[in-house]
């Protein structure tokens, strides 16, 4: 099997979501903190030599660069034949969710519990509006796994550990105690964490800490 280095920050939780899945699979990788804090990733020289995209993860595969979070779960759902769904219904609805996830739930509680909790003066005005957001998304998730065990259906799958990746923080962090708010959440996340090999992502991921200001 390939040789797996991940660029990655713990705070990250696109960063957690492949740690996770190569973690679930059984394969390991070597982690490569990288200081997104000090804004290394918005440098022309980390772009040139790492991802010409600017973001993190960056995961390397036998020394060949793949960046974008959910591609590169759906290449490795396909390669160890884990979390990509058995029948074509069920893929459907793994794409379907997994990008629900990326262009709303992960994208805006990353950037609200970014602002929220790592920069010294955020925006209250952009807080509220980011919760505002945040709430809807939950909502819908929320009446969703009243009827589903997990995203997709009866079995995990790369959707579920996406999807989990930015609420599976400590509640400080992002700012919800989902028992109390979206109890259906709850107990999806605590199914998730009953997973044979489930870890953390701050158990995962080594590195420096962003400073914490709440």
Same mark, same amino acid.
């Given at each position: 099997?390939?040789?797996? !280095?991940?660029?990655?920050?713990? %705070?990250?939780?696109? $960063?957690?979501? #492949?740690?996770?899945?190569?973690?679930?699979?059984?394969?390991?990788?070597?982690? +490569?903190?990288? *200081?997104?804090?000090?804004?290394?990733?918005?440098?022309? @020289?980390?772009?040139?030599? +790492?991802?010409?995209?600017?973001?993190?993860? +960056?995961? %390397? %595969? *036998? =020394?060949? !660069?793949?960046?974008?979070?959910?591609?590169?779960?759906?290449? #490795?759902?396909?390669?160890?034949?884990?979390?990509?769904?058995?029948?074509?219904? %069920? !893929?459907?609805?793994?794409?379907?969710?997994?990008?629900?996830?990326?262009?709303?739930? $992960?994208?805006?509680?990353?950037?609200?519990?970014?602002?929220?909790?790592?920069?010294?003066?955020? @925006?209250?005005?952009?807080?509220?509006?980011?919760?505002? !957001?945040?709430? @809807?998304?939950? =909502?819908? #998730? *929320?009446?969703?796994?009243?009827?589903?065990?997990?995203?997709?259906? /009866?079995?995990? $799958?790369?959707? *579920? #550990?996406?999807?989990?990746?930015?609420?599976?923080?400590?509640?400080?962090?992002?700012?919800?105690?989902?028992?109390?708010?979206?109890?259906?959440?709850?107990?999806?996340?605590?199914?998730? /964490?009953?997973?044979?090999?489930?870890? $953390? /992502?701050?158990?995962?991921?080594?590195?420096?800490?962003?400073?914490?200001?709440?």
């Amino acid at each position: 099997m390939p040789a797996y !280095r991940l660029h990655h920050f713990p %705070e990250s939780g696109n $960063s957690y979501k #492949l740690a996770l899945m190569l973690t679930l699979c059984g394969e390991s990788f070597e982690p +490569v903190w990288t *200081d997104f804090g000090g804004g290394i990733t918005r440098t022309a @020289d980390w772009r040139a030599q +790492v991802n010409e995209m600017g973001e993190i993860p +960056v995961l %390397e %595969e *036998d =020394g060949r !660069r793949l960046t974008q979070t959910a591609p590169i779960l759906l290449k #490795l759902a396909e390669r160890y034949g884990r979390f990509g769904g058995a029948a074509e219904d %069920e !893929r459907y609805a793994i794409l379907r969710w997994l990008f629900w996830d990326n262009h709303k739930l $992960s994208g805006y509680m990353a950037t609200y519990r970014y602002l929220r909790t790592f920069t010294p003066k955020p @925006d209250p005005q952009m807080l509220a509006f980011l919760r505002r !957001r945040i709430d @809807d998304f939950l =909502g819908i #998730l *929320d009446r969703h796994l009243q009827e589903s065990a997990f995203v997709a259906g /009866a079995q995990p $799958s790369i959707a *579920d #550990l996406s999807m989990q990746a930015y609420l599976h923080y400590p509640a400080d962090e992002h700012g919800y105690d989902f028992a109390d708010s979206h109890p259906a959440i709850s107990a999806w996340l605590g199914r998730i /964490a009953a997973l044979p090999g489930w870890r $953390s /992502a701050y158990d995962l991921l080594p590195g420096q800490r962003l400073q914490h200001y709440m």
